[in-house]
């Protein structure tokens, strides 16, 4: 046996006894042979590296496959060495995770580059989790080796792997890795910081580790008294994550808890609750500060009991207790599936399940994979959701579901069904109603309402609140895709309305082919998604508009145009009262606008005044202000309603609720949620903690006043909504 391979082959006795020796050994020849003239930039023999990779990936407990893999995952990138070769050398599944880490290796690193490096990744770890582990020992070793880089590239390489690698190792429950990759990077990055802290914690060191001793010695005491079998030690202390809690907590050096810790590793769940019992029996617990986390995991397999006691001297004591194959998961986490396959656990895996299929956050990533087709959206969303801890709450039924911090109800409907959160029109936390944008606690149990409407959907404004990657990919995707029909109408619409403001001639340019024409030009497919494109918001329709007139010849030939298409009754110019749908009787050419005071809508009895230099003013004739225009009855014409398909009326309304926060918020958003334009608002509350809310807002078709009005006297503590009749009110 080769004597460089004697220390892996160790480590791998111990942690893999079945492994394959022979097929290991075979793969360093292959590797070393392949990589025989290369050195490291730190002038060593370049088989250095992959030997370092399968040494770290020996120690978690990987299987033969993997080690094989790490040993030749650089040969078919940077030797001659074929990836058909290797396949056919060490067979199909080797081959295949050698290649996966290829592929990860490839990308060139710039912003939307890097996004596309997390996705790849995300793809190669749909096929097989270990791609993702051997790139991580990977970026470990390297890490280790950093000093040798330029500095640019240390700083490069160590942002990716704050924001991206350590986070992954952390979701997939590999703590010993997640903890050196950051304090590498840390390191790398902040070294005065890193220094400072480091200072602080050595500086206190002795007085701790004394502390620390008297704290074990009476744990293990009273656990032996108690019969339970137990191994008590002392936490390692690692100094990104004491920066982070002082950063995220806002808490001196002095107050973080976590830098005297305590665990205790124990035989069975039943010691792990025996012990607690133990524990708190000597020791007051901090309220607030226990934590089950064997009843209800954390998201990547962690499971452990947490609670904080006030020690010796006053001093508060972190402890965790769990079982020695929970403590292996916590340390290498999906890592250990290899080492526990064949065990089944009180509440891990069994053999039977495949390596990585039991954690739900990689089908998520997977899913997300899928429906985001922007490589940056990908990242942020992935960036997001790695940062943040979580929340667990209760469906009615008694399931956990986990959210990100601060998740609200309409993040817990899109976790149960996409169709849920589409539907979602309320909830109730702990049998209270609550706005869908509250934040939910820990333990919480949440009940969704939904609509039964067809046309029922979600909000954009919920994409203010919402704190789930899932829920925002969602929610967008609605809008992009279920909602193109609406986007047209309203692209549709908007460039008609463009066109006749300016008086153009909607038959010819709305043509066809000088559409169609027009839409090739700025790269769209056919009209309707030039339709789509104006009423999502991505072009304006007066671009459109400018670029048509130009593409016909200019503002001349288009006005040429209106006195081709125009009828000859209307050759003295376009009517004046067309935009607010009034007709004045016995002149079409008249300037009317509708009175503010009354907001008159079609339907409503009207009269007409003619003002000084404003044209004629329509008031409805129950307005107050009608009362003193009568003694002026020269000045009073008749009107009447002829409304266009352009026509904008003002409607004024009042709203009467019990006061309570978040009212003005709801009514606001129910309103435009009901596609109405508000243009103002004044809201009064009396003593009696009432409020009334007066809203003026634009409105194309008066039919659709009574649904608004429905709408807004369904929000909760409104017992009463009208329209205004008059200045008065």
């Known amino acids: ?70 040993l030749l995952h650089d040969t078919v990138e940077d030797t001659a060495y074929s990836l058909d070769e290797l396949r056919g050398d060490f067979g199909d599944t080797i081959g295949s995770l050698v290649d996966g880490v290829t592929k990860l290796d490839k990308v060139k690193f ?20 270990r791609v993702l582990i051997i790139k991580l020992a990977d970026r470990l070793h390297n890490m280790r080796t950093m000093r040798y880089l330029p500095e640019h590239k240390r700083h490069q390489k160590s942002r990716e792997t704050l924001e991206i690698f350590a986070p992954l190792a952390h979701r997939l429950g590999m703590n ?76 001196a050096f002095d107050d973080i808890y976590d830098l005297v810790g305590i665990r205790v590793l124990v035989d069975s769940v039943r010691d792990c609750y025996a012990a607690l019992g133990t524990i708190h029996a000597r020791w007051n ?40 194959a929970m403590h292996h998961r916590a340390e290498y986490g999906v890592a250990a599936h ?11 895996p069994t053999g039977k399940v495949k390596p990585g299929s039991d954690m739900a956050w990689l089908r998520q990533l997977l899913d997300w994979q899928k429906e985001t087709s922007d490589p940056g959206e990908f990242l942020e969303s992935l960036r997001f959701d790695l940062s943040v801890s979580e929340v667990y709450v209760f469906t009615p039924k008694g399931q956990v579901i986990a959210l990100p911090e601060g998740g609200t109800p309409v993040d817990f409907a899109y976790a149960v069904h996409t169709e849920v959160g589409h539907r ?83 038959q010819r340019l709305m043509s066809g082919e000088a559409l169609l024409a027009l839409a090739r030009d700025l790269r769209y497919p ?90 004629v003013s329509v008031h409805r004739a129950d307005c107050t202000n009608v009362q003193q225009l009568k003694t002026q009855p020269d000045r009073l014409v008749e009107v009447s309603w002829s409304p266009s398909d352009d026509s904008v009326f003002l409607v004024a309304i009042q709203v009467e609720a019990l006061d309570r926060p978040r009212l003005l918020s709801d009514v606001t ?34 039919k659709h006043l009574g649904h608004v009005l429905k709408a807004v006297r369904s929000i909760q503590g409104v017992f009463d909504v009208y329209r205004v009749s008059g200045a008065g009110g």
Request: proline share 5%; charged share 30%; with cysteine.
């Open 285 to 324: 617990p901090v309220p607030g500060r226990f934590k089950d986390y064997i009843a209800m995991p954390k998201f990547n397999m962690y499971q452990s009991l947490h609670t904080t006691v006030i020690g010796p001297e006053g001093k508060p004591v972190e402890l965790q207790i769990r079982t020695h």
């Open 1 to 70: 046996m080769n004597p460089v391979l004697e220390p892996l082959f160790r480590t791998v006795r111990a942690t893999h006894p079945k492994a394959d020796l022979r097929l290991i050994e075979r793969a360093y020849d292959v590797a070393a042979y392949h990589h025989r003239d290369q050195k490291r930039k730190s002038g060593d023999p370049y088989i250095t590296h992959p030997l370092a990779v399968a040494t770290i990936l020996a120690e978690l407990g990987t299987d033969d496959e993997t080690l094989c893999a790490a």
């Open 669 to 702: 958003r129910t309103l435009s949620d009901q596609h109405v334009n508000i243009l103002s608002a004044s809201v009064t509350t009396s003593r009696d903690r009432v409020a009334i809310s007066k809203f003026t807002f634009e409105m194309g078709d008066p």
């Open 338 to 348: 290899w080492k526990y396959k064949e065990e089944v656990g009180s509440a891990g």
């Open 526 to 615: 056919d009209v309707s998604a030039l339709y789509a494109a104006v009423g999502e918001g991505h072009i304006a329709a007066q671009a459109v508009v400018q670029k048509l007139v130009a593409s016909i010849g200019g503002v001349d030939s288009a006005e040429e145009d209106i006195a081709e298409t125009s009828l000859p009754t209307r050759l003295r110019g376009r009517p004046r009262g067309g935009g607010a749908g009034v007709v004045v009787a016995g002149d079409a050419d008249v300037w009317v606008r509708l009175s503010k005071c009354c907001t008159p809508v079609p339907g409503d009895e009207i009269v007409g005044f003619v003002t000084r230099g404003h044209g």
């Open 424 to 506: 979602c029109i309320g909830a109730r936390v702990n049998g209270r109603l609550v706005p869908l944008e509250s934040r939910l606690g820990n333990g919480d149990t949440v009940e969704i309402f939904t609509s039964k409407s067809p046309d029922a959907g979600p909000s954009r404004d919920w994409l203010k609140f919402v704190k789930s990657g899932r829920a925002r990919n969602k929610i967008r995707q609605w809008f992009s895709k279920e909602r193109r029909e609406t986007a047209i109408e309203a692209g549709k619409e908007a460039i008609g309305r463009a066109m006749r403001k300016q008086g153009l001639p909607l």
């Open 176 to 251: 010993t890795i997640k903890w050196e990759l950051e304090d590498l990077a840390f390191a790398m990055l902040y070294p005065k910081r890193y220094d400072e802290i480091a200072r602080m914690v050595s500086e206190r060191a002795p007085r701790r580790d004394l502390f620390l001793q008297e704290v074990i010695e009476k744990v293990s005491g009273d656990l032996r008294e108690a019969k339970i079998r137990a191994v008590v030690k002392g936490r390692p202390k690692h100094y990104y994550s004491v920066y982070q809690k002082m950063i995220a907590r806002d808490v």
């Open 110 to 129: 710039g912003d939307a580059a890097q996004a596309e490096t997390v996705r790849k990744m995300v793809v190669a770890m749909s096929r097989d989790i």
